[in-house]
């Protein structure tokens, strides 16, 4: 068994109420840090961590934290970015809906550390049930005294907000979310500034995914340094993992970063091998944007050496023959898969979700959708699959915001491991399936 | 601060962008730009044309930057040496970006009013492949009146956010905005005619497609065969100084005068725009300049067979023989 931070009393009965948690150690994290800590010691606890952002990016949080501007006067916000929205990522969903504490306890730690009087968890607006149970959460957490003035009988007071938003995918890039929050459109903002330096109201802001922030409590109980141990090399701690696709097994779990990839989909105690005891075909690492693999791929590295679940392994052979961890959803695909069908139901939801403002990402988007319809309806030639190609590399790094790439590195992927399927597919104007298209076409306006 | 684009060196304040810095060079290094605007704060970067390559971010760090950047929002840093037309992968990416920008265009330029004043013709032309792979239904939209005065017609929208920043900065209330996301995204304000403001007009001269068009010019003149001067008049509201199209002794049309980069120079009100089309409203100062190249110096049709007989005197004189008589 792998060692557990941050779910280990998830089965628990009961675990989202105050008294519960609290009675299986709860807010422990949040009375070290006020009693014991300065604000700095926590700051320098979570840089020796190693603690990497949860989101998608893998961008240290400690030098994240440490990049916050503290001009005099000014407030210092902290954002939780709960708009978890990549498909084949629920990580997030199930820590909010069964440890709801566990990330206010983070938010009022993090909050100490960075000097943040007032903190906002924006969640999804899917996620409209589990906002409910936050909110309950930092009712209870109020109550106690444990956020408001004077937390704790310490000098420091905080107020924590719940922010529901209106259901969009952009709204999870730290800019847009920013502002949507601020109750505009959510359009990524150009950058630089960054949210460090002007954010929230132009304040200097600091947004950390779910898990990121709830990892602070863990780090501040057992101490950076203890936490660095677990896992290799720079990618530090436990990550949360959301297994979905063709597997026995599908659901959150958390793994010690650096188990072997083929432990994890094999293993009984992780996803439990593929479905009907069928073969693998291929795997999307780290949720819907990350490039494609194969099984031979994915499972050793170009150079041989068994794919470890960690930031560098994955990442190792760059988008050749590597992909990226990304926010940790991990989708198995079994021989019986279309990877065509696969790449244009993810097109789809990128199209839909591009909130427009720059122009490649716009039209990028949905040129590659109507594509990829060709292949589904059997009227796509073999000169499609270039023009794909060409389309995806002009979209990649052309945009403000990282939902270019986001649209353009599955196509990339898919037609680079599987233009044979894309091939054949146009030799033999076969018709795939559009049903699932049309109907969902008939939703959307 | 020292800022080298396509191998020319120029020195400018702190704060420039390298647009701006590029610019200040001249036509032959400054990139297009369609949504960037100097008088509007915080427009730019959204149409993606303007993109160059940073060779070298700055003489502190020299290293290049990773992905091609906004030339209109990324400001000049010492030492920086920046690749525009010299760099053949920001050609071909500026490519994909005219093309993106052309495949939901109706391309009706012979029915358009923009037509020869249109920045994305331009564009087009320059950049531009003259063929496309497109083969989809081009979006479409209904003609909307967006004002008294003001028609819109989403369909050649390219959503460069250059009106909505116009309404915002030089009119009291903005009434019209961005609905719905992505490419359903439209320029819209719900309530029809809704836009009533003394400077509401200018955001038909920022409108740098034939999306936002002057119903008192709507089919009236094509701008090649019109005569544009620069006049005056004693304005209370605004400057007061426009630009006046004439055709023969009529005035057509009335707009703000624009500049090299095709920006306007100071905004004008409605009443100049709108309620003066008679010569003797205006002081007449003089011929506008417009660029030699642009159709709208093109317009001397009936001189059309002493052109060709120029044509053919400096054909001669070069020492080439016309097509036909050729062996």
């Given at each position: 068994m792998g060692k557990k931070l941050l779910i280990h009393n998830d089965k628990v009965h009961g675990i989202e109420t105050l008294e519960v948690y609290r009675r299986h150690g709860g807010y422990a994290s949040v009375e070290k840090a006020l009693k014991t800590m300065t604000p700095d010691q926590v700051t320098d606890e979570v840089k020796k961590s190693g603690l990497r952002g949860r989101g998608g990016a893998g961008f240290p949080t400690g030098m994240k934290w440490s990049f916050l501007a503290k001009p005099e006067g000014v407030p210092r916000y902290l954002v939780c970015n709960a708009d978890e929205s990549e498909p084949g990522t629920f990580k997030d969903r199930y820590l909010m809906e069964k440890i709801p504490h566990a990330l206010i306890e983070g938010m009022i730690t993090s909050s100490y550390a960075l000097g943040a009087k007032a903190s906002y968890i924006y969640i999804r607006g899917e996620y409209f049930y589990v906002a409910r149970i936050v909110e309950n959460a930092i009712r209870e957490a109020y109550a106690a005294g444990l956020l408001g003035q004077n937390i704790l009988g310490t000098n420091f007071s905080h107020d924590c907000y719940v922010q529901v938003g209106g259901g969009a995918y952009i709204c999870g890039e730290e800019t847009a979310l920013l502002e949507s929050l601020e109750g505009k459109r959510g359009n990524p903002r150009i950058k630089p500034p960054f949210p460090a330096v002007a954010g929230l109201w132009g304040c200097p802001t600091v947004v950390n995914n779910v898990e990121t922030i709830a990892a602070v409590c863990p780090i501040v109980m057992m101490g950076g340094e203890e936490y660095a141990k677990i896992g290799i090399g720079k990618s530090t701690g436990t990550k949360l993992i959301s297994a979905s696709g063709h597997i026995n097994k599908p659901g959150v779990y958390e793994i010690e970063l650096g188990i072997p990839v083929e432990e994890f989909i094999y293993s009984e105690e992780y996803c439990g091998g593929i479905r009907n005891g069928k073969k693998m075909k291929a795997v999307v690492a780290g949720g819907s944007s990350v490039p494609i693999l194969p099984t031979e791929l994915i499972l050793k590295t170009a150079k041989g050496e068994p794919r470890l679940m960690t930031y560098e392994s994955l990442a190792d052979g760059g988008f050749q023959t590597g992909t990226m961890l990304g926010s940790g959803g991990f989708i198995v695909m079994d021989e019986d898969t279309s990877i065509v069908k696969n790449l244009f139901t993810f097109t789809r939801f990128y199209h839909h979700e591009s909130c427009g403002q720059c122009s490649p990402c716009r039209e990028g988007t949905g040129w590659m959708e109507k594509i990829l319809k060709k292949f589904l309806n059997g009227t796509a030639e073999e000169k499609d699959v270039e023009l794909l190609w060409d389309i995806q590399s002009k979209i990649e790094g052309k945009t403000i915001c990282p939902l270019g790439e986001a649209a353009a590195w599955p196509v990339a992927a898919a037609i680079r491991h599987f233009k044979h399927e894309f091939l054949e597919i146009a030799r033999s104007k076969k018709f795939v399936d559009v049903s699932h298209y049309d109907r969902l076409n008939l939703i959307r306006r | 601060m020292k800022v080298t684009i396509d191998g020319i060196e120029i020195d400018v304040p702190k704060g420039t962008t390298i647009l701006q810095a590029a610019r200040m060079i001249g036509p032959q290094v400054a990139p297009p730009a369609m949504?960037?605007?100097?008088?509007?704060?915080?427009?730019?970067?959204?149409?993606?044309?303007?993109i160059v390559k940073v060779t070298q971010g700055s003489t502190a760090n020299p290293n290049p930057m990773p992905k091609p950047v906004a030339s209109c929002r990324t400001e000049v840093m010492d030492g920086m040496v920046v690749q525009n037309f010299t760099s053949p992968e920001i050609l071909e990416a500026r490519k994909g970006v005219v093309e993106f920008l052309l495949i939901n265009h109706p391309l009706d330029c012979p029915i358009c009013d923009q037509a020869g004043e249109c920045k994305l013709q331009d564009l087009g032309y320059e950049?531009?492949?003259?063929?496309?792979?497109y083969e989809f239904k081009r979006r479409e939209y209904e003609m909307i009146d967006i004002g008294d005065k003001i028609k819109l017609h989403m369909t050649r929208c390219i959503l460069c956010y250059r009106c909505v920043k116009t309404a915002e900065q030089f009119t009291d209330e903005r009434m019209h905005g961005v609905v719905h996301r992505g490419d359903a995204g439209e320029i819209s304000t719900y309530i029809e005619k809704v836009i009533d403001n003394d400077f509401s007009g200018n955001v038909i001269d920022v409108?740098?497609?034939?999306?936002l068009t002057d119903k008192t010019f709507r089919f009236k003149q094509r701008v090649w065969f019109t005569k544009p001067v620069d006049a005056h008049r004693k304005c209370d509201k605004c400057c007061g100084k426009t630009r006046v199209w004439l055709k023969g002794e009529e005035v057509v049309r009335v707009t703000a005068r624009k500049d090299q980069w095709d920006e306007v120079e100071e905004f004008i009100c409605n009443s100049c725009r709108y309620d003066h089309k008679k010569t003797s409203d205006w002081v007449i100062e003089g011929p506008s300049p417009i660029h030699r190249n642009s159709v709208i110096s093109q317009n001397h049709y009936q001189n059309l067979n002493e052109l060709k007989v120029q044509i053919m005197k400096q054909q001669k004189a070069l020492g080439f023989m016309p097509i036909d008589k050729k062996p």
């Open positions: - | 949504c960037y605007y100097t008088k509007l704060k915080t427009s730019g970067g959204y149409c993606r044309t303007c950049n531009g492949s003259a063929k496309t792979r409108c740098p497609v034939g999306a």
